[in-house]
């Protein structure tokens, strides 16, 4: 849970990374990726579970996706030891 490599996403180097289920537990995902908590906090802002089952449901199919790859561009420059908040982008509607 906490060895330092690379996350297969962002490909930073991150102190701390954590297991996230590729296919989630509840739709019997067993495959984890050890993915940092930056891109884990992302993964689950932007999708939701039935999204990630049925189409998210790998490394190469997250950098694919359009949103996460803008996150991804922005993450990149960012140093790994540094966390931040991810924030459901919504616009300001009413
Ligand atoms: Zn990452």
Redesign the pocket.
């Known amino acids: 849970m906490n060895e330092p490599a690379p ?6 180097e ?1 102190p701390e990374c954590s297991d996230h289920h590729l296919v989630p537990k509840s739709c019997g995902g067993r495959r984890t990726e050890a ?2 908590l ?3 906090r992302m993964i689950h802002v932007l999708f939701d579970n039935k999204q990630l089952e049925c189409e998210l449901n790998s490394v190469e199919a997250l950098q694919a996706e359009p949103r996460f790859a803008r996150y991804l561009d922005w ?1 990149r420059k960012r140093p ?1 030891e540094r966390s931040f908040r991810a924030r459901r982008p919504r616009r300001p509607r009413r």
Do not use: K
């Not at 996350?7 to 930073?12: D, H, K, N, T």
């Open positions: 996350c297969p996403l962002c490909e930073r991150v993915i940092c930056d891109c884990h993450i790994g």
